[in-house]
């Protein structure tokens, strides 16, 4: 009985204790890499072996922080739909951190880089199981000072102007999510999710609802990098070292979507008219504006971060049509994206290694001296864009099934042009890179071929490669996913399961 | 008095986005202060404000009647802190962006 609950309490104890020991070794370089590690590692074993497991036999568990009943304390609740993102974010999160053994300098990690992204992953878990909006508030400001931290980290003029964009929308961001704490517990005198969906339910009071519906929608939004205010994610996601933009791609934004799915599946049900069409033209722009953005672009890694806006309104479309099929679209598109995308940044951040700069004008041809890899981008890339069999495509096809049930053809539209495009973009970067003329290389480089960059650089290919061969698996074998993201979206479509399962009586 | 204080939220939220929208760095960082002070004011205006009894419970056992409720103010507590963190981070940073030779003002980062 006991054990049960403090599995679920171990994916936050486990980044929390690893950051604390890794701040008393960060002057030692070789512990401080161990110990990050281990720690994901063991994060990573926790959620696939203990956590998983244990949803998909009970459904949903939760744990009351300090054992007072449930509207009152602190609910930790894990559903299948946080258990998924759990899995998926300590997953990535070991990929990045073996990643990062190389690619973040031993100056960076003395000025603790492992502490704060072991705080990172801690926040990014405590965001997807609590049960709590003004805990999830919390779990939002500690992932955002670990983020400003890793961001800024190695004090690059372009790192500093990135951080002042991005501090101050994240600042503007957490204050309108305060105030709709603030307004929520004004109406409905609690905090706790379940109770405040039970009390809605009760007693509907339609406009203060739609105002603190609109209040939280506003910062999701930001972090999300929805439509009108994503502009914050191209300026600065492509300063940092690229592993922190990778975690960064991966995690932040589908935090920030993950609180949407949760708020606008579970309390703000009572206009869903009024509230999900908003976010269906917001969908509908982001995807538009994500990719035309990427397509003026010319350095892969602005390419990259405009995609993440254009696939973030994919995500919000499947939440915005909100029947079961569209949202188990959604969760089957998170995931994919989150493996894709990382690992396209990933793939970048060694095409840099490999030439110095990830600027299309001054890459070309590398397909001539590393197939191989060529081959795994190419692969990656293409499921991002969605191309059959490979995941993305999957992920599009469920999303388009669930528009035209609910005739939504100018969505379907949008999201067939916004493929269309990506496939586009994702070629430009394929044909300048990758294929052309080869280049002369300059003298300092010692990567020449595919066998020095395997051998002397495994620690940068092994994440990519797994990565890799996941995004395939889950391409050619895609019904066990999309069978738990049903099972996931089926919780999610009936909140009183989830009001029942914290409260003890859904009344 | 709630009418009183949700006017003075109001002007704090209203003042705090004019400074946010200015273009110096140091009326930046004050906009940020004054707008989490007007959140937190917000919150505690929110949670109904009560002037009869702390909320102890009495000799006998029960709650008093009337008391003032503590979870808004453990909520500014939480907020306040957090607030004050990334406030003395913007602050730092704010100052090394200003030390950027040719950067006075936030219309010189565009690049």
């Known amino acids: ?507 | 008095m709630e009418f009183l204080l949700s006017i003075l939220v109001g002007l704090l939220f209203a003042a705090g986005v004019y400074l946010l929208l200015h273009r110096d760095f140091v009326k930046l960082v004050i906009g940020i202060v004054i707008i989490g002070n007007a959140t937190a004011l917000f919150i505690f205006v929110a949670g109904r404000i009560v002037r009869q009894n702390a909320p102890f419970i009495q000799e006998n056992g029960l709650p008093p009647e009337n008391f003032a409720d503590p979870v808004p103010q453990a909520l500014i507590l939480t907020a306040l802190v957090i607030g004050f963190g990334i406030q003395a981070f913007a602050l730092i940073v704010f100052k090394k962006v200003y030390d950027i030779p040719k950067v006075d003002k936030i219309d010189d980062l565009k690049k």
Request: charged share 10%; net charge positive.
């Open chain 1, 1 to 507: 009985m006991g054990y049960e609950k403090i599995i679920i309490l171990l994916t936050l104890i486990i980044p929390m204790l690893t950051a604390i020991i890794s701040l008393f070794f960060k002057k030692n370089r070789i512990v401080n890499n161990y110990i990050s590690i281990i720690g994901s590692s063991l994060l990573l074993i926790t959620t696939t072996a203990f956590l998983f497991p244990l949803i998909v036999e009970n459904e949903i568990l939760t744990t009351q922080v300090g054992g007072w009943k449930a509207p009152f304390g602190i609910t930790i609740v894990a559903d299948m739909f946080s258990a998924i993102m759990l899995v998926i974010a300590s997953f990535v999160g070991l990929m990045v951190n073996i990643y990062a053994l190389e690619n973040i300098d031993y100056k960076k990690k003395e000025f603790s880089f492992f502490v704060f992204f072991q705080f990172l992953m801690m926040a990014v878990n405590g965001a997807f199981l609590a049960g709590d909006i003004f805990n999830l508030y919390v779990w939002f400001e500690v992932m955002l000072i670990s983020s400003f931290v890793l961001l800024v980290l190695g004090n690059g003029t372009k790192q500093l102007i990135a951080t002042v964009k991005y501090t101050l929308l994240s600042f503007i961001a957490s204050a309108f999510l305060l105030v709709g704490v603030g307004m929520i517990y004004g109406i409905s005198g609690s905090l706790n999710m379940a109770d405040v969906a039970l009390y809605f339910r009760e007693h509907p009071n339609e406009p203060l609802m739609t105002v603190a519906a609109v209040l939280f929608m506003l910062p999701f939004a930001i972090k999300a990098a929805l439509f009108p205010l994503y502009f914050w994610l191209p300026d600065s996601y492509h300063t940092p070292k690229i592993s922190v933009t990778a975690i960064f791609s991966g995690l932040l934004t589908k935090v920030g979507v993950y609180a949407l799915i949760r708020c606008f599946t579970l309390i703000f049900i009572h206009d869903v008219h009024y509230t999900h069409t908003i976010l269906m033209v917001a969908a509908g722009f982001t995807m538009l504006s994500g990719v035309f953005g990427a397509l003026s672009k010319v350095n892969m890694r602005r390419i990259l971060s405009f995609h993440i806006v254009s696939q973030v309104g994919y995500m919000v479309l499947g939440l915005a049509l909100f029947t079961p099929l569209a949202i188990a679209g959604a969760i089957f598109y998170i995931i994919q994206h989150i493996l894709a995308k990382t690992n396209l940044f990933l793939i970048t951040g060694v095409v840099e290694k490999i030439k110095g700069t990830s600027n299309l004008k001054g890459v070309s041809g590398l397909y001539h001296r590393f197939p191989v890899f060529s081959i795994i981008f190419l692969v990656v890339a293409l499921s991002l864009a969605g191309l059959p069999p490979l995941s993305g495509f999957w992920a599009k096809f469920i999303l388009i099934k669930a528009g035209f049930e609910q005739q939504e053809y100018l969505m379907i539209f949008v999201v067939l042009i916004t493929g269309l495009l990506t496939l586009f973009s994702m070629m430009k970067i394929w044909v300048n890179a990758f294929w052309g003329k080869q280049q002369e290389e300059p003298d300092r480089n010692l990567i020449t071929n595919e066998k020095s960059l395997f051998k002397e650089h495994w620690s940068l290919l092994i994440p990519i490669i797994l990565m890799a061969s996941f995004t395939l698996f889950i391409g050619l074998f895609s019904m066990p996913l999309m069978k738990y993201a049903t099972i996931a979206a089926e919780q999610l479509m009936n909140p009183l399961q989830y009001i029942e399962a914290v409260l003890g009586t859904a009344n």
